[in-house]
């Protein structure tokens, strides 16, 4: 198991030297489901790699109702925002379901940000790319169409998910992906009421892009979520008003254009 984060660690562009030294501060610790591991006011937060589950950045609420901020699939990091300024955390990391977690030590990985230039360029694309994907649901939250929303956000929620180097999203996967999250949880992400998620959920699966059951909304590849997300970011007008009927017929122009190619059109 030594070697396995060994390798993991290598693989943030740590030298030999730093890689061995920060292995010897390593933990791994399992936490349920709704399980909080890092409280919002959290200082000098451990860098932290998920070997399994979600975990959701969330900002809490009085109610008890979660606030997403970002998702962190199986295989990335997340901890990066204490790195770069060293202040208490802003959001509470809570698990979605059940998870295991390795963490370093914050010194450790505060050292490397310092000292390793290749580690800080990893962290700099990951913390772009982050932002990048929070800035773009926002805008959908702002002026987007309930529909788009709801489409948008389950393609960002995809690369999220899948995108396993924690900053390079992949296209070339036909394979499904199910997302053992609530419906409820996920509206709330997308920004829409859990009615109108409902609804939209219908339509997609009956043309096939997506599967529902009591507990998981399963997504038909991968290929095609994340090559519209790919056209809609690259898209140069403002289709913020499309519709349902529109939208399922770009889903369908993702599934059969490769990425280049791909644009949003009336």
């Given amino acids: 198991m030594s070697f396995n984060y060994y390798r993991l660690l290598k693989n943030l ?28 006011g959290q200082s000098e937060q451990p860098w932290s790699h998920i070997l399994k589950g979600i975990v959701c950045a969330s900002v809490p609420s009085g109610d008890a109702e979660l606030n997403p901020v970002n998702i962190f699939g199986p295989n990335t990091w997340f901890g990066e925002a204490s790195l770069l300024n060293g202040r208490a955390s802003a959001v509470e990391y809570i698990c979605l379901t059940p998870a295991r977690v390795v963490s370093v030590r914050y010194a450790d990985a505060l050292r490397a940000f310092e000292q390793d230039s290749e580690f800080s360029r990893y962290i700099a694309r990951l ?10 649901m926002l805008a959908l939250m702002r002026v987007g169409s309930p529909s788009l929303r709801v489409v948008m956000g389950l393609a960002l ?4 998910i899948v995108s396993n180097s924690s900053h390079l999203p992949r296209y070339d996967l036909d394979a499904s992906l199910q997302i053992p999250l609530k419906q409820a949880l996920l509206a709330s992400m997308c920004g829409v009421s859990r009615g109108i998620f409902s609804v939209c959920l219908q339509q997609l699966a009956a043309s096939g892009w997506l599967r529902v059951d009591y507990a998981t909304v399963e997504l038909q590849s991968i290929k095609t979520w994340s090559k519209f997300a790919h056209a809609h970011r690259h898209n140069r007008q403002n289709h913020s008003k499309t519709s349902m009927q529109e939208l399922l017929i770009l889903m369908q122009k993702a599934s059969v254009h490769d990425d280049e190619l791909m644009a949003f059109q009336n």
């Fill in 13 to 40: 562009g740590l030298s030999d030297l730093r890689a061995q030294q920060i292995l010897l501060g390593v933990t791994t610790k399992t936490f349920e489901a709704d399980e909080v591991i890092w409280p919002m």
């Fill in 127 to 136: 913390v772009i790319w982050r932002g990048q994907q929070h800035a773009e």
């Fill in 157 to 160: 929620l995809t690369e999220a």
